[in-house]
């Protein structure tokens, strides 16, 4: 018996065990919340917290009476990658190596790392807490201030002047954050498959966001206008997969292009990615199965590599967002007959509090959208949120 693990077993890891159990997988759910969503498309649980990696081993090595790991994989990140690759080292399955998985805990490993590769970054600043102005000149502002561990843009900000970056590390830690000069131009997001240590590309799309300082993501498109940035963006992907030793893997990476068309990474790490992109975007838009593909290469499968001429229907992932106060009420009953309309999904309940976005979480919901162009597509996505009656009390 072939058993696959799902190293987490929240909403968001669903449409992952759902590949595993059509590629005729049993699967076994790893979760500390005994009534995660997913553990009921699971064959086995384990409860457990998926940090502790080295638990889930051992129960792992209980439940195999009769049967053998064939993929441990996540569609979760951080700690999740960790124990993902701790288990596949253990069970002898491609990935990547645990100390390597171990680095993308932390921005400041992460970049020590590529320093060297050739890999265009923003420059990274030193804060020195007993200089004037922390060492840092005028000219160098405005800056990214950004936790060297955290997710969903949490604590990220920009920062104009020296005083205020004199004010902000009075209340934090240097030692907590990296500094990074500020690029303007335009957010990409990448998502690639390595498979026996080659970057393949799979599909590009254009980031929009809410305004300084908190740059919280309200859009994702698809195909990107920066398409012609591809095989620049894929030099990238293998440079990672060459510098952390990477076998077998989904990667997502974030860049920005600046105004003269030059690359900078911002942010790579060996997992699928969220904001709906490997699951519902890339297949709606390219007709590529991304996450089925990857279970393949992991399980030693026939692989199907994505193409360079795959067509791209524009797709967009628009999140709704509000301001502070309660919400009373919503409604997606409408929205679901709606032509175009892909997927949607309301991450809060009546009577949450709901702010301003400063983080990803503070959003309120998302909708999936079609369309013949980019623009009817975003249209369809804004008449979905007209219909859902979004209302807000402000107290």
Do not use: W
Request: charged share 20%.
């Amino acid at each position: 018996m072939n058993f696959f693990v799902s190293v987490g077993a929240g909403i968001n890891q669903i449409p992952l065990i759902l590949e595993a159990k059509h590629a005729n997988f049993q699967v076994i759910g790893v979760d500390m919340n005994p009534s995660a969503p997913g553990f009921y498309h699971c064959d086995l649980k384990i409860q457990e917290s998926i940090q502790d990696y080295e638990n889930i081993y051992i129960k792992l090595r209980e439940l195999l009476v009769d049967g053998r790991i064939s993929a441990v994989m996540t569609k979760s990140f951080g700690d999740a990658i960790v124990t993902a690759g701790f288990l596949c080292e253990k069970f002898g399955l491609p990935f990547l190596p645990f100390e390597e998985s171990r680095k993308f805990l932390n921005k400041r490993l992460t970049r020590q790392q590529m320093a060297g590769s050739g890999i265009k970054m923003p420059e990274l600043l030193t804060y020195k807490p007993r200089s004037k102005s922390g060492g840092l000149k005028i000219g160098q502002f405005p800056v990214v201030v950004k936790p060297y561990a955290g997710h969903a843009k949490q604590n990220v900000l920009m920062i104009d002047t020296p005083e205020e970056l004199d004010a902000f590390f009075k209340t934090n830690s240097p030692a907590e954050f990296i500094i990074e000069k500020y690029i303007r131009g335009d957010e990409i997001i990448c998502a690639g498959i390595i498979h026996n240590g080659r970057y393949s590309h799979v599909a590009m799309s254009d980031k929009k966001t809410t305004p300084r300082p908190h740059f919280v993501d309200t859009m994702h498109i698809m195909p990107s206008r920066h398409s012609n940035l591809a095989d620049e963006t894929a030099n990238t992907g293998q440079a990672l997969a060459d510098i952390f030793n990477i076998h077998t893997s989904p990667v997502i990476m974030e860049f920005l292009v600046d105004r003269q068309g030059d690359l900078y990474l911002i942010e790579a790490i060996p997992e699928f990615g969220g904001e709906f992109i490997p699951d519902i975007m890339i297949p709606a838009s390219t007709g590529y199965n991304h996450i089925g593909s990857l279970i393949s290469a992991v399980t030693g499968a026939a692989f199907t590599k994505p193409s360079k001429r795959m067509n791209h229907t524009p797709v967009v992932v628009k999140y709704i967002t509000g301001t502070n106060g309660t919400l009373t009420s919503f409604s997606t009953d409408k929205v679901k007959s709606m032509d175009n309309i892909l997927f949607t999904r309301i991450f809060k309940h009546i009577g949450d509090r709901i702010s301003t976005p400063v983080t990803n979480h503070d959003r309120i919901g998302v909708i999936v959208a079609r369309g013949r162009t980019i623009e009817s597509a975003i249209e369809s996505a804004e008449s979905a949120e007209k219909e859902m009656n979004i209302r807000i009390r402000n107290d």
